[in-house]
C-alpha cells in the first residue's frame, strides 16, 4: 500500500482481556517495528523484524506481549491478559531494509483498558 | 552500551524566538535521523545525516552532526506555531536498529 496502515485506530477493551493489533506495512519493506507511547512520552521500542530473520523481542515488557510477521509482510502485535498500565498508542513502523533507512509511521492503534 | 541523551525535554518559545533541541551520544554514531511528531500525530522524517560535520538546512530548520560523529542538533530560526511538536532524534544502535531519543517537546507562545 501506500503507506503503513494500522488497526483498529482505537480499541477499548476490559482488564484481563486479549486484544490483537495488526499492521500492514509498506509493500516490499522488509524491516518493521512496534513501539508503544503513552501519553505524553516518548517511543518505547517492544519488537523488531527483519527480513527472514528471528525477531529482536528485546522489548517486549512482559511474557503478556508477542508479536509475529507472516510471510514478511503483516505483522500482528497481540496483548493477553491485558492491565491497565497496558494503555497507550501502539506505533507500527516499516523501512526498506535495516541499517540507516528512514521508518515510515502509521497512524497508532489507541489501546485503552479499562 | 551507547546511550544517546536528548535534551531538553520540554521547551516553551514566544513565536519568533529560536529553538535548539541537542542529541548526544557517549559512543560514535553511524548517522543520525530526526522525526517530527505532531500533537495528536505520529512521528515523520525529517532527515538523515551521514558525514562527520554535515550541516543541512530545511527552509528555518537547521541540522548538524558533530564532529566526531557524537552529537546532533536541530535548530529552528523563528519558530511559529505550526512548529509545535515532538522532535525525536534516531540512530542505529550495535544491532542496526533504529533507536530513538526521548525526544524534545516544543511549544510556541503565539
Known sequence: GAGVSQSPSNKVTEKGKDVELRCDPISGHTALYWYRQSLGQGLEFLIYFQGNSAPDKSGLPSDRFSAERTGGSVSTLTIQRTQQEDSAVYLCASSLHSGANVLTFGAGSRLTVL | ?110
Open chain 2, 1 to 110: 552500551g551507547q546511550q544517546v541523551m536528548q535534551i531538553p525535554q520540554y521547551q516553551h518559545v514566544q513565536e519568533g524566538e529560536d529553538f535548539t533541541t541537542y542529541c548526544n551520544s557517549s559512543t560514535t554514531l553511524s548517522n543520525i535521523q530526526w522525526y517530527k511528531q505532531r500533537p495528536g500525530g505520529h512521528p515523520v522524517f525529517l532527515i538523515q545525516l551521514v558525514k562527520s560535520g554535515e550541516v543541512k538546512k530545511q527552509k528555518r530548520l537547521t541540522f548538524q552532526f558533530g564532529e566526531a560523529k557524537k552529537n546532533s542538533s536541530l535548530h529552528i530560526t523563528a519558530t511559529q506555531t505550526t512548529d509545535v511538536g515532538t522532535y525525536f532524534c534516531a540512530y542505529n544502535n550495535a544491532g542496526n536498529m533504529l533507536t530513538f531519543g526521548g525526544g524534545t517537546r516544543l511549544m510556541v507562545k503565539p
